[in-house]
């Protein structure tokens, strides 16, 4: 059974630095676009960052310079790491997989097949 599970989520004082992983299990990664994306209640779910199979990354302007997303196809997981959280980037963060094909709308939640949990993502101080 295809099934994502992240990790690595909790309170963070702003400024501070979490890494979240998300490891897949069911199937392996390699031809994937795979992708984090966040949502807070009330409100849809916003791309994050995301990397194509070969490598391409796309990350929301709110993020850059400051989340750095990875792939490590031998271990199965995707990576998010955040330093210099702000209050703002307090959500439920997710990740999702869909294996690459001629659509390649990677920043829409609406792409991805596979879903993960979520984890929370705190920052307060």
């Known amino acids: 059974q295809a099934q994502l599970v992240e990790s690595g989520g909790g309170l963070v004082q702003p400024g501070g630095s979490l890494r979240l992983s998300c490891t897949a299990s069911?199937?392996?990664?390699?031809?994937?676009?795979i992708g984090w994306f966040r949502q807070v209640p009330g409100k849809k779910h916003e791309a994050v960052s995301c990397i194509t199979w070969d490598g391409k990354i796309t990350s929301a302007d709110s993020v850059k310079g400051r989340f750095t997303i990875a792939r490590d196809n031998s271990e199965n997981t995707l990576s998010l790491q955040m330093n210099s959280l702000k209050p703002e980037d307090t959500a439920v963060y997710y990740c999702?997989?869909?294996?690459?094909?001629?659509?390649?709308?990677?920043?829409?939640?609406?792409?991805?097949?596979?879903w993960g949990q979520g984890t929370q993502v705190t920052v307060s101080s």
């Open positions: 069911g199937f392996t990664l390699d031809y994937y676009n």
């Open positions: 999702a997989a869909r294996r690459a094909s001629v659509l390649n709308t990677i920043r829409i939640p609406s792409y991805y097949h596979y």
